[in-house]
């Protein structure tokens, strides 16, 4: 019989046949004998082990696991023959197992073998292939199995990485650039790592790519944490600069993992992130394998500041990617808890920050909303007490995307990035500096205020020259856009074709220019229908359109169009309130619109008692991509309903 816990717990027969080991306090106790290494284990710590606070019965309950544990792995044990595994001694239990019979067991061992042969490495390939996944995966919050968990990954981790030095020193290796690659991007804070990447990768020929490599850890480790890289990484690039043909390994003792505190991909993450395109994507899959291994790691410190670290502007209140964004305000919670209310300043306010920032408000139920305010608010408070420009224009960022509580808030989302803006020219942080210009632009299109928007999409198009921002003249032309629709209404503007030529090019840029899915989908036959709206004319019907996630306020119109009255009404009753985001003004208009033509009342003096806050704002304005028009027609309209009958 064997007895795996690289993975869920389980034991198997000789000839491969699962053993039915019971109910999850079964496993829990072979696995923490297993995790005992052949070691007896007091019944009373058994019992303080599986019971934060322990039954009145739990030596009985304990005892009861036992016997149906022994029934379950020696079932041909004749009645008061002694157990032979799992056995009692003194004061308690012990496994009685070869080594060889434990997967855990047998990794532990390759891997000692492997520290002093390099001839040991077949067996550590085959010890690294016996993981099915996190030690002890099934045993859930207990203590002890979370301590193990960390140490066994941090074992695996060396592991890999003495594989790969193996293996470079045999003369091979060029085959471990992907693994390698990926390795260095989930635990991006092991220096020998970025040291084996680099031989890799010279080993295949990649001298620049090798150099550009040992450079990127530099800036990280420099930049981030104020840290020299050690001298094995030193010595290296000195190597492929002077064009060794061979590098000599690393003087690496490999008795234990190596974690020298968050040495994240953030830098190269913020460059990418504001570089927009695939890379954006890219950067925050990486950033999400930063923090879960981070978590792996039991480093409460650690995971905080990779959370935390990430801080690139966002100024959007949809998510691109909503189940990454709720992983990551997840972990940053649990790590906040993790921490106290007692933890370090700076840290809670990063997790603060990050859980505001990662919580758009187009995707989050009440609950979650006000989470996401209270935590903003904590932020703000935190950075403001500690009196640091840099974690405040992060916390600021985490305020402006909770500001959407209401429709009709332009004005205070306006001082915001006012406050933004100025800390981050004082400061020297452009990429703020960017956010606040676009957060200004926003509200000042709101407000109709087409001249100033102007004035701040141009500035903010001249700093992202220098900061490489190419997302930005994206928007900036998505802003132009909305200005000439808007300029079409007027007496003697542009044509309206001219209007939707603008919004075909805009949207050309953005489809082309980014993977953003949380702004692009709908956008643009949004905007055609404010702009057919700004001329009285009905809805566009061409099937072709996505409508993304507008449709519920956008169909009755559309139905209208295609004069189906009765399913318009269908529809306009079944829509619910618009989320609390960027186009919540636009869609109540939409909602106020369908009402008025329908004659709904009811849906009348709703729309219009949300849009009242709002009657000096533009709808669709807040967005800083497209127009319906004026609030206050939209209010007109709804107002009227209301008050018939």
């Known amino acids: 019989m064997r007895i795996d816990v690289l993975g869920a717990v389980r034991a198997l027969r000789d000839d491969g046949t699962p053993v039915d080991l019971g109910g999850p306090r079964h496993r829990e106790v072979l696995a923490r004998l297993v995790a005992a290494g052949g070691r007896m284990v007091p019944t009373d710590t058994l019992v303080d082990d599986l019971w934060a606070e322990p039954p009145v019965r739990a030596v009985g309950a304990l005892r009861t696991f036992v016997a149906a544990l022994r029934r379950a792995i020696e079932p041909d044990r004749l009645p008061r023959t002694p157990p032979r595994v799992l056995v009692t001694e003194g004061p308690g239990y012990a496994l009685c197992l070869p080594r060889e019979d434990v997967d855990v067991h047998r990794f532990e061992d390759a891997l000692a073998r492997a520290r002093r042969s390099p001839d040991a490495l077949t067996g550590l390939d085959a010890a690294l292939a016996a993981w099915r996944g996190p030690a002890y995966a099934d045993v859930t919050g207990s203590a002890w199995a979370q301590r193990e968990r960390t140490r066994l990954e941090e074992l695996r981790l060396e592991a890999r990485e003495l594989r790969a030095r193996l293996l470079l020193d045999s003369g091979s290796g060029a085959e471990l650039v992907a693994e390698l690659g990926a390795h260095v991007t989930e635990h991006p804070w092991r220096e020998p790592a970025w040291g084996l990447l680099a031989r890799a990768l010279h080993r295949a020929g990649r001298q620049a790519d090798a150099l550009a490599t040992l450079r990127r850890a530099r800036t990280m480790l420099v930049d981030q944490l104020g840290l020299d890289p050690g001298a094995d990484l030193r010595r290296l690039e000195a190597d492929i600069l002077h064009g060794a043909a061979t590098l000599q390994s690393p003087r690496t003792v490999w008795t234990a993992g190596v974690r020298l505190g968050p040495r994240t991909t953030v830098e190269l993450a913020r460059t990418l992130a504001l570089a927009g395109g695939d890379a954006l994507l890219h950067s925050r899959r990486d950033r999400l394998a930063a923090v879960q291994a981070a978590e792996r790691t039991g480093d409460i410190t650690l995971t905080a500041r990779v959370i935390g670290a990430y801080d690139v502007p966002a100024v959007w209140s949809r998510a691109d990617d909503p189940e990454q964004s709720r992983a990551v305000v997840a972990a940053a919670e649990r790590t906040l808890t993790a921490l106290g209310t007692d933890g370090p300043a700076e840290l809670r306010a990063r997790l603060l920050a990050t859980v505001a920032v990662e919580s758009r408000s187009a995707d989050l139920s009440g609950d979650e909303l006000r989470r996401a305010g209270q935590a903003a608010r904590e932020a703000e408070a935190l950075a403001r007490a500690l009196g640091d420009p840099a974690l405040l224009v992060f916390a600021l960022n985490g305020v402006f995307l909770q500001s959407f509580t209401r429709p009709g808030l332009a004005a205070a989302r306006d001082l915001i990035g006012v406050e933004i803006l100025d800390l981050a020219t004082r400061h020297d942080l452009p990429n703020f500096a960017v956010l606040g210009r676009l957060i200004r632009l926003q509200s000042a299109s709101a407000l109709g205020d087409l001249d100033a928007a102007t004035a701040h999409a141009e500035a903010a198009e001249q700093l992202a020259v220098s900061t490489e921002a190419s997302a930005v003249p994206v928007l900036t032309g998505w802003f132009r856009a909305r200005a000439m629709a808007a300029r079409s209404a007027e007496q003697g503007g542009p044509a309206a074709a001219t209007a939707a030529a603008y919004y075909r090019a805009a949207e ?86 369908a009402a008025a033509r329908l004659g709904e009342r009811r849906v009348a003096v709703r729309a219009a008692t949300a849009l009242r806050a709002a009657r000096a704002e533009h709808a669709g304005g807040a967005s800083g991509m497209l127009t319906l028009g004026p609030v206050a027609r939209y209010l007109a309209e709804a107002e009227e309903c209301a008050g018939k009958g």
């Open 508 to 593: 050309d840029a953005l489809a082309g220019a980014a993977s953003m899915p949380g702004l692009h989908r709908g956008l643009f036959a949004l905007a055609l229908l404010g702009l057919r709206l700004l001329h009285g004319r009905p809805a566009p019907t061409d099937p072709a359109l996505d409508w993304g996630p507008y449709r519920p306020w956008t169909h009755p119109l559309v139905l209208l169009a295609r004069n189906r009255v009765e399913e318009a009404r269908t529809a306009l009753a079944r829509a619910p309130e618009p989320p609390l985001d960027h186009m919540q003004e636009a869609l109540w208009c939409l909602t106020a619109h």
